[in-house]
């Protein structure tokens, strides 16, 4: 049985030097001092503490402090914690963290939160990352979307993939874009 941790007396200078397992335990209370943190706090967490941290932690996170991860600790969030996060938190993902991102937190998003991906944020998506976009997240994507993927990033679709995108999409790419799906 895990018991959940309570922390009302722990300072937010303090929540670094949790554990992994300690953060898994962390109850409620403790997501109000996570909101809390400072992106100097916050940046200071290494990577076990942020793979430990759930979806539920993630979202206590604000916009600020999501911008101010760097893309190592980007990198360590587990699918559980991608799929925590907000449209709003989605939105504050700098270009670098985005294109930083594993092609399994990719596979991890639904094709809701890849929708809320501006232009400049798909457009920094590689090839090995649009590969995992679900055929439902492609259908998703507004024709502003598809017409920011470049054409490395295209060479990563599959054919289900590709007669995933609907006929406006089609007409909204470049015949670049066009020549690389086929």
Excluded: C, Y
């Excluded at 993927?149 to 999409?169: N, V």
Aim: glycine share 10%.
């Amino acid at each position: 049985m895990n018991a959940t941790v309570q922390t009302p007396g722990l300072a937010t200078g303090q929540m670094g030097a949790l554990t992994p397992s300690q953060i898994t335990t962390l109850g409620a209370p403790a997501r109000t001092q996570l909101a809390a943190l400072s992106t100097t706090e916050l940046r200071n967490l290494d990577t076990r503490q942020i793979s430990a941290l759930g979806a539920a932690d993630i979202g206590a996170f604000s916009t600020t402090q999501i911008a101010h991860l760097t893309i190592t600790q980007v990198r360590a969030l587990t699918a559980t914690g991608i799929a925590g996060l907000s449209f709003s938190q989605i939105a504050a993902l700098s270009v670098h963290q985005v294109a930083g991102m594993g092609a399994g937190q990719i596979a991890a998003l639904s094709s809701r939160q890849i929708a809320q991906f501006t232009t400049t944020q798909l457009a920094a998506l590689g090839a090995a990352q649009v590969k995992e976009l679900s055929s439902a997240a492609i259908a998703a994507l507004s024709t502003g979307q598809v017409q920011g993927l470049t054409p490395s990033a295209l060479r990563g679709l599959g054919s289900a993939q590709i007669a995933a995108f609907t006929a406006t999409q089609i007409q909204a790419m470049s015949t670049t874009q066009l020549s690389v799906i086929g």
